[in-house]
């Protein structure tokens, strides 16, 4: 048994072990073979020596992702620690900021496979970003339409998806347009909060420099100078997907999310997102980008709740 320190010097102990130590909680049920004794700036652990380094490893990993993003939630932690750490974490020299938040916040990719997304849109003019619940696909995009629009590459962003829950029959429901659609949309709405202050994005969508359609809406248009988000889009049909895709003008960007997995249409009804994921994929100009748990962002328990419907 060998016994090593670790003194905290860059950052607060809080930030490391988390309020009420939620986070050195984590740490000793990941590492049971090692005593961990947290006193002050000083980490003591004892145990075996390829454990301790592992120990001291995922503890440096996890220090410099927080001088990165300034934060460490337990999903950023789940990432550190699983076989991926070092991916999770690259060299913050050859990171990209997306956009600045409503704050200033700098909103980067935060995982292997967001940055991949990143990369993917820069290099392509559609990406199909493919994964399970709170990996960050609609945001990155969102991201991404943000400072398109900002760097005046774009004149407008377009968001869409099916609203299957609604039959695309929207007429029923009370209010204009937008307000049908706005239930369906929300985490795109969330997402566009944080990145425009209130009023200008009120500005922009009675300008229509943002707009909102459902996809069954989207036909007969020609999408010129825009960046188009399709999200949901496993719940499109095989026509509503090839019509959407079809829609491209000049100078569009398009990026289609989606979780195969979670498809709502009827049985006698085929997912679009599946077919095109299986016909498009090695054309040049179109991107697939697959996320998976290790992407996951939200409470670690989402992790694990993915992987245990994936078993």
């Known amino acids: 048994m060998t016994e090593r320190t670790y003194t905290i010097s860059d950052i607060e102990p809080l930030d490391l072990l988390g309020v009420n130590n939620s986070i050195l909680k984590v740490l000793k049920e990941r590492f049971p073979q090692l005593k961990i004794v947290s006193r002050g700036r000083t980490l003591k652990f004892i145990g075996e020596e390829a454990d301790l380094d592992l120990f001291e490893e995922k503890i440096n990993l996890m220090v410099t992702y927080f001088l990165k993003y300034n934060s460490l939630s337990e999903g950023d932690l789940e990432n550190i620690l699983g076989e991926n750490g070092k991916d999770t974490v690259k060299d913050t020299k050859g990171d990209t900021v997306i956009v600045h938040s409503n704050t200033g916040k700098k909103i980067v990719a935060r995982t292997h496979n967001q940055r991949k997304l990143v990369e993917a849109s820069f290099k392509n003019d559609i990406v199909f970003s493919v994964g399970p619940a709170g990996t960050g696909k ?81 036909r007969g248009r020609t999408l010129d100078n825009a960046f188009v988000i399709l999200d949901e889009a496993q719940n499109a049909t095989e026509g509503q997907i090839k ?47 697959e996320l998976d748990e290790n992407d996951v962002i939200r409470h670690r328990l989402v992790k694990k709740i993915i992987k245990a419907f994936k078993q």
């Open 138 to 218: 609609t945001y990155t995009a969102v991201a991404l339409a943000v400072r398109a629009l900002k760097n005046k590459e774009v004149r407008k962003i377009i968001l869409t998806r099916p609203a299957v829950e609604a039959g695309e029959n929207l007429g029923f429901l009370p209010g204009d347009l937008k307000e049908k659609l706005d239930p369906y949309l929300q985490p795109l709405y969330d997402a566009l909060r944080d990145m425009i202050p209130a009023e200008k994005l009120e500005d922009y969508i009675e300008n229509n420099v943002v707009q909102i359609a459902p996809i069954a809406f989207m």
């Open 243 to 289: 019509m959407f895709l079809t829609r491209m003008g000049k100078s569009a960007k398009f990026i289609i999310n989606g979780d195969p997995s979670q498809v709502d249409l009827p049985r006698n009804q085929n997912s679009g997102l599946i077919k095109c994921l299986a016909v498009l994929r090695g054309i040049e100009g179109i991107a697939i980008v």
